[in-house]
Nanobody, 128 residues
Framework: QLQFVESGGGLVQPGGSLRLSCVVSGTPFPYRTMGWFRQAPGKEREGVAC?????????YYVDSVKDRFTISRDNAAATLYLQMNSLKPEDTAVYYCASRPPTNIQQMCEAPSAIMRWGKGTLVTVSS
């Protein structure tokens, strides 16, 4: 059964950094397109960053996090990462990872409603 276990969230001051991790089981991880999504209170879930399958050569970022966040994957450990730097209060949200069969990564990030299974997420709070 496909499962995601996200971790690494917490309380951080504006300008700080966090690294999120997502351990994936129940699927052949290297073959999956992967992504990070977030949902802030009162807002819809949005795609933050997505990465292509296998070597992760191709990445996509929503404009609001470009040059601040970096998505990466470790296929041997079946783990997805999100390095978040220069955090802002508007980054406050519950962060989730998700996977799909090999697909266009921009389309994956822009259509979270097409994703059927989610983990519990990890809460990131950016506040002074």
């Amino acid at each position: 059964q496909l499962q995601f276990v996200e971790s690494g969230g917490g309380l951080v001051q504006p300008g700080g950094s966090l690294r999120l991790s997502c351990v994936v089981s129940g699927t052949p991880f290297p073959y999956r397109t992967m992504g990070w999504f977030r949902q802030a209170p009162g807002k819809e879930r949005e795609g933050v960053a997505c990465i292509s399958s296998h070597d992760g050569e191709t990445t996509y970022y929503v404009d609001s996090v470009k040059d601040r966040f970096t998505i990466s994957r470790d296929n041997a450990a079946a783990t997805l990462y999100l390095q978040m730097n220069s955090l802002k209060p508007e980054d406050t949200a519950v962060y989730y990872c998700a996977s799909r069969p090999p697909t266009n990564i921009q389309q994956m990030c822009e259509a979270p409603s097409a994703i059927m299974r989610w983990g519990k997420g990890t809460l990131v709070t950016v506040s002074s």
